[in-house]
């Protein structure tokens, strides 16, 4: 059974930085992509960045390029996500996900992971 549990999340004045970490268990990590995803009140569930686990291959929204950072640890089965130079637009429910397969999606449609977190607030004040 595949669980994934987020921490980190916090208030941050803008500029500021925080660390969001998912620790996962259960996943077949040579067949997984993992991604952070967000979403603001009355928005829909966006992806900022995405990791092909085993692979190390990323990817980034523009709207976070350059100012975050995925990376995940085989040994702690945990996946980060460092935000750095954050923006009261950055302030949404932060989620981390999982999706597995033969033909493991990579991609940015929230409906094809399967595995999530429950979620953790990330704030930024101006």
């Known amino acids: 059974q595949v669980q994934l549990v987020e921490s980190g999340g916090g208030s941050v004045q803008a500029g500021g930085s925080l660390r969001l970490s998912c620790t996962a268990s259960?996943?077949?990590?040579?067949?997984?992509?993992m991604g952070w995803f967000r979403q603001a009140p009355g928005k829909g569930r966006e992806k900022v960045a995405g990791i092909y686990i085993g692979v190390g291959s990323t990817a980034y929204a523009d709207s976070v390029k350059g100012r975050f950072t995925i990376a995940h640890d085989n040994a702690k089965n945990t996946l980060y996500l460092q935000m750095n130079s954050l923006k009261p637009e950055d302030t949404a429910m932060y989620y981390c996900a999982a999706a597995t397969g033969g033909n493991v999606y990579c991609g940015n449609d929230p409906v094809k992971y399967t595995y999530w977190g429950q979620g953790t607030q990330v704030t930024v004040s101006s």
């Open positions: 259960g996943l077949p990590y040579n067949r997984a992509c």
